[in-house]
């Protein structure tokens, strides 16, 4: 069955940066996008950056292009958001997405705090 593991959250101060990273399994990994999204407290889950099969297209929400990267190694099933010059407002619970036709899963979410 398809699981995403996320980890590498934390609290960290503003202007600091976080890795996160998603481990994948069950599918094949190469073959599919993923997705990395987020939702804050009271708000709507958003999405934060995307990237292609291959690695060759990314994609990112306004609010994060310039602090935010996406990559993947599909060798190790693995893709990651690093996360520069975080912001108070990027404090969210950040999730892994993968969409396989009609069907998307989820991880359980690793949360993000920027405060001092």
């Known amino acids: 069955q398809v699981q995403l593991v996320e980890s590498g959250g934390g609290l960290v101060q503003p202007g600091g940066s976080l890795r996160l990273s998603c481990a994948a399994s069950?599918?094949?990994?190469?073959?599919?996008?993923m997705m990395w999204y987020r939702q804050a407290p009271g708000k709507e889950r958003e999405l934060v950056a995307g990237?292609?099969?291959?690695?060759?297209?990314?994609n990112y929400a306004d609010s994060v292009k310039g602090r935010f990267t996406i990559s993947r190694d599909n060798y190790k099933n693995t893709v990651y958001l690093q996360m520069n010059s975080l912001k108070p407002e990027d404090t969210a619970v950040y999730y892994c997405?993968?969409?396989?036709?009609?069907?998307?899963?989820w991880g359980k979410g690793t949360l993000v705090t920027v405060s001092s």
């Open positions: 069950g599918f094949t990994f190469s073959s599919y996008a």
């Open positions: 997405n993968v969409q396989r036709g009609l069907v998307g899963y």
């Open positions: 990237i292609t099969s291959a690695g060759d297209i990314r």
